[in-house]
């Protein structure tokens, strides 16, 4: 979700609460050690995972507490709300607004994925049509240092708490983080590769825009092909969707190739998508509330005439949340293999936290997301990933053309 350049509400009056929310009255000077509080109180009470972060989060608080209080600091409202959401160490977790000096979001403001692998951070994806794609990186590339900081202070540079026992997870998504940089500081990258240590400067890790919504076409042996570009969060997505899937009707098998969607979406653009592959209503997904049952999320016929022919959809680190959620569900639907690596892992669904004290929301997630057979959305990974292929930046697109053989073998052998 793109986050965009927003002016503090000076006074409680300007803000409106959000309904449930009531405005705390308080002196000027303590907003913050209001916004802390409240902040502090609905994650512990709210947060769908509070368990991985339960450890610790009294001393995040405390540590943000003494930060609100504090007479002589640097420290400006944004960098200690920040700091706390950086505590919680989750990518699904964001506020409405940033400054020149807020780091910027993962995956929507990142073109670069690192995992550890035998003791080292290395390169997992790169992200088509950004300033790493257009880089000497490679897949395997090994991380020696990001402005000149080297991985173990790069991890303790967004790891304020709870930095006695920290988890794989808890590195990784540190890592990934820094990477992205923030708004105002350049990204100079050193990368390992065999005997060789090769300086990159980065630019802006946001992709050139599409001109289109989505892309479609026919490829080789009637193969249809269609490609989101980071639109399910667009209404008219939808009817865009309709479009192409009436061009392609004719085809004798179809690639969906969710791996540009890291800013989400929507359920009212997700499900009539669904809708277009099955011909009675369908659930693709469990949703799983914190103080509630468990229940289904079906999908209903969006065409008298569904596609039914065998359909593959590629998935990478850039599909993010909805994009996640259309591939649980294609998966569970049992209508579409799966093809990829690992996703984004956005966790859950979000709900707001207003913090009216200073005129910010807080989003994070409020509720776990499954698959139909139980495993969470954000463990979820397609049975047979392929981990050297999905996101290659520029280059050939080699997972694309695993699809199309597989699609394009007479029997479709293991495609649904």
């Known amino acids: 979700m793109k986050r965009l350049l927003f002016t503090l509400c000076l006074f409680v009056s300007a803000c409106a609460?959000?309904?449930?929310h009531q405005p705390i009255v308080s002196e000027p000077n303590n907003r913050l050690v209001d916004a802390v509080a409240e902040f502090c109180a609905d994650v512990e009470k709210r947060y769908a995972y509070f368990d991985k972060v339960a450890n610790y989060w009294s001393q995040s608080c405390e540590r943000a507490d003494l930060e609100a209080r504090a007479d002589n600091t640097s420290l400006t409202t944004l960098d200690v709300l920040e700091r706390l959401l950086d505590d919680l160490h989750d990518p699904h977790a964001n506020l409405n607004t940033n400054d020149e000096t807020s780091p910027r979001l993962v995956p929507t403001g990142s073109d670069l994925a690192f995992s550890e692998i035998d003791g080292a951070f290395r390169v997992v994806g790169i992200r088509p049509l950004t300033s790493a794609a257009a880089a000497d990186i490679e897949i395997g590339d090994e991380l020696v240092s990001f402005n000149q900081l080297q991985p173990d202070?790069?991890?303790?540079?967004?790891?304020?708490?709870?930095?006695?026992?920290?988890?794989?997870?808890?590195?990784?998504?540190?890592?990934n983080a820094v990477i992205a940089g923030r708004y105002n500081e350049p990204r100079r990258l050193e990368l390992l590769r065999?005997?060789?240590?090769?300086?990159?400067?980065?630019?802006?890790?946001?992709?050139?825009?599409?001109?289109?919504?989505?892309?479609?076409?026919t490829l080789v042996n009637n193969v249809g092909y269609i490609r989101f570009n980071n639109s399910l969060g667009e209404d008219q997505t939808v009817d865009a969707f309709q479009r192409a899937i009436a061009d392609l009707a004719d085809t004798d098998s179809l690639i969906l190739d969710l791996r540009d969607t890291p800013g989400?979406?929507?359920?009212?653009?997700?499900?009539?998508?669904?809708?277009?592959?099955?011909?009675?209503?369908?659930?693709?997904?469990?949703?799983?509330?914190?103080?509630?049952?468990v229940y289904m999320r079906f999908v209903a016929p969006s065409s008298e005439q569904p596609y039914d022919q065998p359909v593959i959809a590629?998935?990478?680190?850039?599909?993010?949340?909805?994009?996640?959620?259309?591939?649980?569900?294609?998966?569970?639907?049992?209508?579409?293999?799966?093809?990829?690596?690992?996703?984004?892992?956005?966790?859950?669904g979000t709900e707001a936290i207003n913090l009216p004290s200073v005129g910010i929301t807080a989003f994070i997630p409020t509720y776990d997301l499954r698959h139909l057979d139980g495993t969470p959305r954000h463990h979820w990974a397609p049975a047979v990933e392929n981990t050297q292929s999905a996101d290659l930046g520029n280059r050939e697109d080699l997972l694309l053309n695993t699809a199309i053989q597989r699609l394009s073998t007479s029997e479709n052998e293991g495609v649904q």
């Open 264 to 293: 989400g979406g929507n359920t009212s653009v997700a499900e009539p998508i669904l809708g277009h592959f099955v011909d009675a209503e369908t659930p693709y997904q469990v949703t799983a509330p914190i103080d509630a049952p």
């Open 194 to 217: 065999g005997s060789s240590i090769i300086e990159h400067v980065l630019g802006d890790p946001i992709p050139t825009s599409p001109e289109s919504l989505l892309i479609h076409r």
């Open 314 to 348: 590629l998935v990478g680190r850039w599909t993010g949340s909805m994009g996640e959620g259309m591939a649980i569900g294609l998966d569970g639907m049992g209508r579409a293999t799966v093809l990829g690596t690992q996703m984004a892992r956005l966790a859950g």
């Open 17 to 20: 609460a959000e309904e449930g």
């Open 153 to 175: 202070r790069m991890i303790f540079d967004r790891i304020h708490s709870g930095r006695g026992e920290v988890s794989k997870e808890r590195k990784t998504w540190a890592i």
